[in-house]
């Protein structure tokens, strides 16, 4: 959201109909009240980054199918899995993981 409203210029009001989100949640994700240590994680891997990058330039350049968007998300998803990125926040939430030797990120390359 940050490159929509930065990088093309868009509004947050139009920013947040393209993301489907309300005005105020995009202005706590950008004040950093909302998903900060998540945001961190993903922006450690530059191939994440890349895929949020390329969805962002779909989303403002108006060229969006709801199959592209899910599409595009996914492959988004799958490299965050792929790379285990959120194993350990996820354990700390939910120590249980680490106790049933969760693989689901390891099986997502």
Known sequence: MKELIEKYEM?????????ELTPAAITQYLKGERGVTFLN????????????????ETLAKNEASIE?????LCGICVAI???????????????????CKCTICEHSA
Do not use: F, G, N, T
């Not at 592209?68 to 595009?72: A, L, N, R």
């Open 11 to 19: 509004r947050k009001i139009d920013a947040s109909a393209k993301m």
């Open 68 to 72: 592209s968007v899910v599409e595009q």
């Open 41 to 56: 994680e993903i922006s450690q891997s530059e191939e994440a980054m890349k895929r949020v990058s390329k969805l962002a």
């Open 81 to 99: 899995r792929s790379e285990e990125m959120l194993c350990e926040l996820h354990q700390k939430d939910l120590p249980a993981l680490k106790e």
